[in-house]
């Protein structure tokens, strides 16, 4: 199945979309893993979370096929 | 959302924020006391190299979610008749001009105080947010944050 991560901040270098081909039942433990082999192991990587429009994502919640997620770097608003 | 509220991420190069627009926003004849925050950009901290702007980075869609949450929680904790301003900048914000906006309207002084305080709290830790930091001799550079808080 197929996912969509939007990049932001210190993980939007060249691009600011990545997609990733993962197995059905995924999770966001196996897309971390997926991005980090992408990434190259982005030293923000181990610090950031995933999350949907909606909200920031547990490692062992299940992806779907066709959804679009975003990483987020440690933040530094304000 | 109530219309109480009022929360939104602008583009600071076309449209500055405002405080005047905040406290327009939150002041009410029902309440007694009008609290703004305007968090600035900073040139410098003692020995550290001067920034001379920032660039603001924003995921708008989870920041519009996350922060109406934070603003529940803060009429929960400190009365449901507060009236709520948060605006932040994104785009490029020259040293000295305002990257975030907070205001609260309120019935007494001290929940305003504590509204706007929890709300830049909160906002620090878990509004998806970057900021690229410019200085005025040497390469920019994105500044360390902490691991969002859900």
């Not at chain 2, 939150?26 to 920032?54: H, K, L, M, W, Y």
Request: aromatic share 8%.
């Amino acid at each position: 199945m197929l996912v969509r991560v939007h990049l932001y901040g210190p993980f939007r270098s060249t691009v600011a979309e990545r997609s990733f081909d993962l197995p059905d039942g995924a999770r966001v433990s196996d897309l971390r893993a997926a991005f980090a082999r992408v990434e190259m192991n982005h030293p923000l990587l181990a610090r950031s979370r995933f999350a949907t429009e909606e909200g920031v994502l547990q490692e062992n919640e299940r992806l779907a096929s066709g959804m679009i997620l975003a990483v987020i770097a440690p933040v530094s608003g304000g | 959302m109530t219309s109480a509220t009022f929360l939104n991420v602008r583009n600071a190069e076309t449209e500055p924020l405002d405080a005047s627009e905040a406290l327009a926003f939150v002041s009410d004849r029902a309440n007694g006391a009008a609290f703004v925050f305007c968090g600035q950009v900073r040139c410098s901290t003692g020995d550290e190299p001067r920034v001379s702007a920032i660039t603001y980075d924003i995921f708008t869609p989870l920041f519009i979610r996350v922060v109406g949450a934070i603003s529940r929680e803060a009429r929960l904790s400190l009365g449901l008749n507060l009236r709520i301003y948060v605006v932040h900048a994104s785009g490029r914000v020259e040293a000295g001009q305002n990257a975030v906006v907070i205001a609260v309207g309120a019935p007494h002084r001290r929940e305003a105080f504590d509204a706007c305080r929890y709300l830049i709290d909160e906002v620090k830790k878990r509004a998806p947010v970057w900021k690229l930091e410019h200085f005025e001799d040497g390469p920019e550079k994105w500044a360390d944050g902490e691991t969002i808080q859900p």
